[in-house]
């Protein structure tokens, strides 16, 4: 089972930008699709972003699309979040988490391992 840990959660202005980083353990990262999902306050977790086994199939949440960007690293086991004109609405908690099922990219039960998390606030 692959084992994640976030990073590069801060405190940033609007319009700001943050790059989120996801070091995972194992040897089948490179063979494993990998997710970022965020959960706010009060709210359930949901699907931002999704990247296949090159960085060739990315998928997004629409309301990141154009302003985020997945990213990996396969020689350093390591996804990225690349987050750009940020706004107070994606102030939460970000995961990653590991690909272990077939299915709908943008449901958690598709997915078999979750980091810690890290948090993001962006103030107005």
Not at 59 to 81: C, E, M, P, W
């Given at each position: 089972?692959?084992?994640?840990?976030?990073?590069?959660?801060?405190?940033?202005?609007?319009?700001?930008?943050?790059?989120?980083?996801?070091?995972?353990?194992?040897?089948?990262?490179?063979?494993?699709?990998?997710?970022?999902?965020?959960?706010?306050?009060?709210?359930?977790?949901?699907?931002?972003?999704?990247?296949?086994?090159?960085?060739?199939?990315?998928?997004?949440?629409?309301?990141?699309?154009?302003?985020?960007?997945?990213?990996?690293?396969?020689?350093?086991?390591?996804?990225?979040?690349?987050?750009?004109?940020?706004k107070p609405?994606?102030?939460?908690?970000?995961?990653?988490?590991?690909?272990?099922?077939?299915?709908?990219?943008?449901?958690?039960?598709?997915?078999?391992?979750?980091?810690?998390?890290?948090?993001?606030?962006?103030?107005?």
């Amino acid at each position: 089972q692959v084992q994640l840990v976030e990073s590069g959660g801060d405190l940033v202005q609007a319009g700001g930008s943050l790059r989120l980083s996801c070091a995972a353990s194992g040897r089948t990262f490179s063979m494993t699709p990998m997710g970022w999902f965020r959960q706010a306050p009060g709210k359930e977790r949901e699907f931002v972003a999704h990247i296949g086994l090159s960085d060739g199939s990315t998928y997004y949440a629409d309301s990141v699309k154009g302003r985020f960007t997945i990213s990996r690293d396969n020689a350093k086991n390591t996804v990225y979040l690349q987050m750009n004109s940020l706004k107070p609405e994606d102030t939460a908690v970000y995961y990653c988490a590991a690909r272990r099922f077939g299915g709908d990219y943008k449901a958690n039960y598709t997915y078999g391992s979750w980091g810690q998390g890290t948090q993001v606030t962006v103030s107005s």
